[in-house]
Each structure stands twice: as C-alpha cells, then as structure tokens.
C-alpha cells in the first residue's frame, strides 16, 4: 500500500510513471525548444510540480527556477531510480568571459536564503562538489572550462555585493546548482551541471535580447550530456 501511494505521488508531481524513469536524469530549470530537440524530447507530460519526458536511459525533468523546487527533484527522482543527473542551465559570470560560453562547475558554493544577502554578516558559504569524472567528462566532450561557481539567493543582492563574490574567486553564479548537488550528496547519487553563459555580473543584465549563440550553446550543452551520459 505504501509503495502504491509512493507511486501515486510521484505520477502526481512529475506526470509520469515512476517506472518509467530512466537512471539518468537531465534536469532544466526552464524549457526552450531547442533545448527539447536536442534531447530528443517531443512532449512533456505535466505534473503539479514538474514537467518530464520518461526514457528507458535518459528522462528530461523540468523543475522550474530556483533551488527548493530543484532539490526536492533530485530526492524524490533518486528514490525513484535515478542514479545520475546533469543540471543544465544558465548563468552569470562573475570575471571575464563572454555571452553563449558553456562552463562546468567544479566547485560549487552555496548561500541560497534570500535574506542572507540582505545581512552585513551573511551565514557561511556552503560548499559542494560535482561528481568528477562526470564533471570532467562533460567538460571534455564539451570543451568547456571549469569554474568556481556560486549559488545564490537573490540576483539583485548578489550583483550589488559582487565584492563577496570576488573575495571568493567565484568565477559563475546561478540559482539551482548548490540544491541539485546537496540533494544528490544526500540521496548518494552523482550529479554535475552544465551552465551557459546568459549574462557578465555588473555589465551586462540577463534580461536584454539574448543572441543566437545562446541557444545554441544550450543546444550543444543537450547534446554533449546526451554522448556522455549515453556513452558511460
């Protein structure tokens, strides 16, 4: 009885079958066609929470934006099955760079609380780390630096302290990375990301017209997780 409400559960939030996932998860905190594509995705089924596409090897899970919805994902798709998800995402770089870049966390601190970022002296960061031959393989296949990445709580907060940021030598930041990677820590899963470069810190905002070379590195991304994730 229990296992059949567990089920029930999971159908209700994700929209498909627990049976159904795959031990390999991609997780988008957004959706955008090209990135469907070239996951080789034609139709998400639409849960209260999530959207998803269940395959044998590689299921797509859209958590939405933010780091409670992305690492409540991870426990209940690990408990489901999944042994292995890639966040694929974007970000701001914090130094120098340039606008469609794909980067690979290898290190990740976290200082997630919105009002964290409101205090003189905000709480510790908390540290997180890839897993790292899944980490370096996706960097490999994809020729992409690796980064000292942060995951914060406000964009706003967080570009007006930028001199927190920089004492650290945070080279990335975002919004879903450090919840992924605890969420998989915890659950004993192993977890990576791979984040396209949407906007520079301080000079330019993610909110003007993104180029063409955006999506396309969001695409390349897909792909690129898609031959490690395939191949391994």
Known sequence: ?????????????????????????????????????????GGLSRGKLYR?????????????IGPALA????????????????????CGLVGPGRIGEIVVPSRNLAREAFSDWLLEDPSPWVMGTPASA?????????????????SVGS????ERRLGLLQAEGVESIEMECGAVLAAAAA??????????????VG???????????????LAEGARGICRVLGGS
């Open 187 to 200: 659950a004993g899963i192993e977890a990576a990301a791979v984040l396209v470069v949407t906007d520079l």
């Open 134 to 150: 899944l980490s370096a393989a996706l960097a490999e296949d994809l020729g992409a630096r690796c980064t000292l990445n942060a």
């Open 71 to 90: 690492g409540d994902a991870v426990l209940r798709l690990a408990a489901a099955g999944c042994r292995r998800a890639v966040l694929l995402g974007a």
């Open 1 to 41: 009885m229990k296992r059949d409400s567990q089920s029930g559960e999971f159908r209700a939030l994700f929209g498909i079958e627990p049976e159904e996932l795959g031990p390999n998860c991609v997780l988008l905190p957004f959706a955008r066609r090209c990135l469907l594509a070239a996951l080789g995705v």
């Open 203 to 217: 000079r330019r905002p993610f909110y003007r017209r993104l180029p063409d070379s955006v999506f396309s590195a």
């Open 52 to 64: 998803a596409s269940a395959g044998r090897e590689l299921s797509v899970v859209v958590t939405g």
């Open 155 to 158: 964009l706003l907060l967080s």
